[in-house]
């Protein structure tokens, strides 16, 4: 796709436009996950009718997409295997316990996770970020979990191939054509937005960690009012940053990453696996389902390891 530099808006014109701060008050920390009322959460576990059971988490292991560039692999280790030990009764146990960067594999960003011009998502000042922690915006903010109705774009099968390739642009007007593809489902207000561009099955056929990171299909800037129109919870993709890389613009880095989570309060989904819920669906020609994805409650982090499940 032919980038337009000279015609994308500037970002920071955009997240003033599309900007929540103070929409849930002016403590909120939660940002749209707070579209999940009571009642969608209720409607959403009616979509629940065969009991199908997707795990869209990736293994937390060594094999995983990182290339130690930037992050590493989870590094696990054993600490007590039962060897040498000595209890009444001929007891043995063993414990373990893992290294890892919190983003390295299937993760949540928090509303922490970026900012710019000094300020966190709702006006938090960014410098309550140290060596501590984040002191606002933080994953464990999110500790009620985030769980409800979740819609699958399948965007590499409304393109026809197995993953689209790296700085390919995903625009609203695909966002609209999968929609209508698959059965005319609906993305509304709380709905969690999952994106599938391939770029799983990419790594799964490749095994190439260097060329997974070294760029991504993804959400164009013009997706941010697309998924602001709509009210949209909460986003999450296959790859590794929800949007194009290389970018739209030389002039930005992550714009999309700055307006969604920074301007809008949206937490992102990366890293994630849509290869079985994805076939299953085209099976059955059912794009909506339960979703539930609560992070981990790490106080003061900046990101938590997942394992989304979607149950049909």
Not at 238 to 265: K, Q, Y
Request: aromatic share 8%; net charge negative; charged share 25%.
């Amino acid at each position: 796709m032919t980038r337009q530099h000279t015609r994308l808006e500037d970002f920071r014109v955009v997240g003033e436009r599309l900007r929540n701060w103070g929409r849930w008050g002016p403590e909120d920390e939660r940002g749209t996950i707070n579209f999940i009322t009571p009642e969608r959460l209720v409607a959403a576990g009616r979509l629940i009718c065969r009991g199908a059971i997707f795990d869209l988490g990736i293994p937390f292991d060594k094999s995983g997409p990182q290339d130690g560039a930037f992050r590493s692999n989870p590094l696990h280790m054993m600490s007590e295997t039962g060897a040498g030990q000595d209890f009444p009764g001929g007891f043995k146990f063993a414990d373990d316990y893992v290294l890892m960067p919190l983003q390295c594999a299937s993760q949540w960003d928090a509303l922490a996770h970026v900012h710019y011009d000094g300020l966190l998502y709702n006006g938090f000042p960014a410098d309550g970020i140290t060596t501590k922690g984040a002191e606002h915006c933080s994953i464990d903010k999110q500790a009620k979990g985030i769980a409800g109705r979740g819609v699958l774009l399948d965007i590499a099968a409304l393109k026809g191939v197995d993953w689209l390739e790296a700085g390919t642009v995903i625009e609203p007007e695909d966002l609209d054509e999968a929609c209508e593809r698959q059965g005319g489902v609906e993305v509304g207000t709380g709905d969690i937005l999952l994106v599938r561009t391939g770029w799983r099955r990419k790594f799964l056929s490749e095994g190439d960690p260097a060329a997974f990171m070294a760029g991504e299909p993804g959400l164009g800037q013009a997706c941010c009012a697309w998924l602001h129109e709509r009210e949209v919870a909460a986003v999450g993709s296959d790859n590794w940053a929800i949007e194009v890389l290389p970018g739209e613009s030389p002039d930005a880095f992550l714009p999309v990453h700055l307006i969604l989570i920074r301007d809008m309060g949206m937490s992102l989904g990366e890293i994630l696996d849509f290869e079985e819920l994805a076939e299953d669906c085209h099976r059955d020609g059912v794009w909506d389902f339960f979703f539930a994805a609560p992070p981990l409650k790490i106080t003061h982090a900046i990101g938590s390891p997942i394992n989304p499940v979607v149950i049909k």
